[in-house]
């Protein structure tokens, strides 16, 4: 994914290697042994979609790295203020505005308070105050304008404790205040949010983090945390002796799961900073204590890259958003393949497609620096349209190639790829009115044919 991940690899293989059987001395949750895992000192970066995800995904790396003696920078894209449901008294009114800010300040405290509980300097704590619940919105179709109304009432940021109060709530701008910070930050190693997170805060943050990072030029270490997926971790709960295994749906992916262990001061005080977070405890207690464990699970990301040929994208077991997901609307795998004339795009599905699901496709191309194309398509009846989501939008609607069988294949608009670096590629499937999957969006790395 990142120029430098390669030598990386080799040397966290080695550390597996010297440190053979090391995983089974404690039984896990998932059977699979995991390879040995090291951040690269001495400046890390972690991204957190929301107050408390430093904590859960990521906060014995934060506590070893600090005891360690290295910088360390946390950046929270939004502070949690669109979780009306924790706000709202029972049978009331819904939330106003300025309840739901005070609630955002209030998880912005509980913040502050968890990430000095594992040794980060507060002038490392950066809050962005984009808006909770909305970030995929940012991403998907609100990049350029017009700024997205948040569920805390706002367009842009309200805060003036935040990295840029008055921010409007656009996806450039996020994209951009995050690219200023890598610049700032020189992090040596990164951790982010996973693609495969099935949380749309969590998938979004992660994908402008990828973006951000290729943009500024970063060349280091970067790795992903899991926090939302079904049957991760295996067991809830409090499990402090219980090693964390990997996520079993994304087993056969291509991201390369790692361990990194813990020590014993680093995981207490990861329970120390997660006890500050008494608002998603009342919320969401098991889920978050069964991450303080001796070891914390990364991800490595497959590194994709398409000149003249095909590459596979493969999704993890089907998680469906709603229960009742049928097979027709369950995506395998996205393959990208670009001949000497142009390039399609194949969704490949559990079952034959249906007219009656509605498969999406969207596209974006860019480089080191200047703009972002983007491609948004939709088959709906066997038919494809195209519909503008920035003002970047590429004026071409592609072709549908084929329709039948367990595939689609869409041909792209030959402008998309035009002077194009790396793209990011997703996908989603609708039942009537309801989302019934969603493809990770994948980086790939445009090579000159």
Same mark, same amino acid.
């Given at each position: 994914?990142?120029?430098?991940?390669?030598?990386?690899?080799?040397?966290?293989?080695?550390?597996?290697?010297?440190?053979?059987?090391?995983?089974?001395?404690?039984?896990?949750?998932?059977?699979?042994?995991?390879?040995?895992?090291?951040?690269?000192?001495?400046?890390?970066?972690?991204?957190?979609?929301?107050?408390?995800?430093?904590?859960?995904?990521?906060?014995?790396?934060?506590?070893?790295? @600090?005891?360690?003696?290295?910088?360390?920078?946390?950046?929270?894209?939004?502070?949690?203020?669109?979780?009306?449901?924790?706000?709202?008294?029972?049978?009331?009114?819904?939330?106003?505005?300025?309840?739901?800010?005070?609630? =955002?300040?209030?998880?912005?405290?509980?913040?502050?308070?968890?990430?000095?509980?594992?040794?980060?300097?507060? @002038?490392?704590?950066?809050?962005?105050?984009?808006?909770?619940?909305?970030?995929?919105?940012?991403?998907?179709?609100?990049?350029?304008?017009?700024?997205?109304?948040?569920?805390? =009432?706002?367009?842009?940021?309200?805060? #003036?404790?935040?990295?840029?109060?008055?921010?409007?709530?656009?996806?450039?701008?996020?994209?951009?205040?995050?690219?200023?910070?890598?610049?700032?930050? @020189?992090?040596?190693?990164?951790?982010?949010? *996973?693609?495969?997170?099935? $949380?749309?805060? $969590?998938?979004?943050?992660?994908?402008?983090?990828?973006?951000?990072?290729?943009?500024?030029?970063?060349?280091?270490?970067?790795?992903?945390?899991?926090?939302?997926?079904?049957?991760?971790?295996?067991?809830? =709960?409090?499990?402090?002796?219980?090693?964390?295994?990997?996520?079993?749906?994304?087993?056969?992916?291509?991201? $390369?799961?790692?361990?990194?262990? &813990?020590?014993?001061?680093?995981?207490?005080?990861?329970?120390?900073?997660?006890?500050?977070?008494? #608002?998603?405890?009342?919320?969401?207690?098991?889920?978050?204590?069964?991450?303080?464990?001796?070891?914390?699970?990364?991800?490595?990301?497959?590194?994709?890259?398409?000149?003249? =040929?095909?590459?596979?994208?493969?999704?993890?077991?089907? *998680?469906?958003?709603?229960?009742?997901?049928?097979?027709?609307?369950?995506?395998?795998?996205?393959?990208?393949?670009?001949? *000497?004339?142009?390039?399609?795009?194949?969704?490949?599905?559990?079952?034959?497609?249906?007219? #009656?699901?509605?498969?999406?496709?969207?596209?974006?191309?860019?480089?080191?620096?200047?703009?972002?194309?983007?491609?948004?398509?939709?088959?709906?009846?066997?038919?494809? #349209?195209?519909?503008?989501?920035?003002?970047?939008?590429?004026?071409?609607?592609?072709?549908?190639?084929?329709?039948?069988?367990?595939?689609?294949?869409?041909?792209?608009?030959?402008?998309?790829?035009?002077?194009?670096?790396?793209?990011?590629?997703?996908?989603?499937?609708?039942?009537?009115?309801?989302?019934? *999957?969603?493809?990770?969006?994948?980086? &790939?790395?445009?090579?000159?044919?």
């Amino acid at each position: 994914m990142i120029r430098g991940i390669a030598k990386r690899v080799v040397c966290l293989l080695l550390a597996a290697l010297l440190a053979a059987g090391v995983s089974g001395c404690i039984g896990t949750d998932n059977t699979v042994s995991l390879p040995a895992a090291d951040l690269a000192g001495p400046r890390l970066l972690v991204i957190a979609p929301h107050p408390d995800d430093e904590t859960v995904g990521t906060g014995g790396a934060i506590a070893l790295a @600090r005891q360690r003696g290295w910088d360390v920078t946390v950046v929270f894209v939004t502070s949690g203020d669109g979780f009306w449901q924790a706000v709202r008294r029972r049978g009331g009114p819904m939330p106003s505005p300025a309840q739901m800010q005070a609630y =955002g300040a209030s998880r912005v405290a509980e913040a502050r308070r968890a990430t000095a509980a594992l040794g980060v300097p507060q @002038r490392n704590v950066i809050f962005l105050g984009f808006p909770d619940g909305s970030t995929h919105f940012l991403w998907g179709t609100n990049w350029d304008g017009p700024a997205l109304l948040g569920r805390n =009432g706002a367009r842009k940021v309200p805060y #003036s404790f935040a990295f840029r109060p008055g921010a409007p709530y656009i996806g450039a701008e996020l994209e951009g205040e995050l690219e200023q910070i890598v610049k700032r930050a @020189r992090p040596t190693t990164v951790l982010l949010p *996973d693609a495969a997170d099935v $949380h749309r805060d $969590h998938w979004a943050a992660g994908a402008f983090t990828q973006m951000a990072l290729v943009r500024s030029g970063y060349s280091g270490l970067a790795l992903t945390y899991l926090v939302h997926r079904a049957g991760f971790p295996a067991r809830r =709960g409090s499990q402090p002796g219980q090693l964390l295994g990997a996520p079993s749906a994304l087993l056969r992916t291509g991201t $390369h799961w790692l361990s990194l262990p &813990v020590s014993d001061s680093a995981r207490q005080a990861q329970a120390a900073a997660l006890a500050d977070y008494a #608002s998603q405890l009342r919320s969401d207690g098991p889920l978050l204590r069964s991450f303080v464990r001796p070891n914390e699970v990364l991800g490595m990301g497959p590194s994709a890259f398409v000149g003249t =040929g095909t590459v596979a994208l493969l999704e993890g077991s089907h *998680d469906p958003v709603f229960r009742g997901g049928q097979p027709s609307a369950t995506l395998r795998a996205i393959d990208l393949s670009r001949g *000497d004339a142009s390039a399609t795009v194949t969704l490949q599905l559990a079952a034959p497609v249906k007219p #009656s699901v509605a498969y999406a496709l969207h596209v974006r191309t860019f480089g080191p620096g200047g703009r972002v194309r983007f491609y948004d398509a939709l088959v709906s009846g066997g038919r494809l #349209s195209a519909t503008r989501t920035s003002k970047e939008s590429v004026a071409g609607k592609g072709d549908l190639l084929a329709f039948g069988g367990d595939s689609l294949r869409v041909k792209l608009p030959s402008e998309l790829l035009g002077g194009a670096q790396w793209l990011f590629v997703g996908a989603d499937t609708y039942s009537g009115l309801l989302t019934a *999957d969603h493809a990770a969006w994948r980086l &790939v790395r445009v090579l000159p044919r």
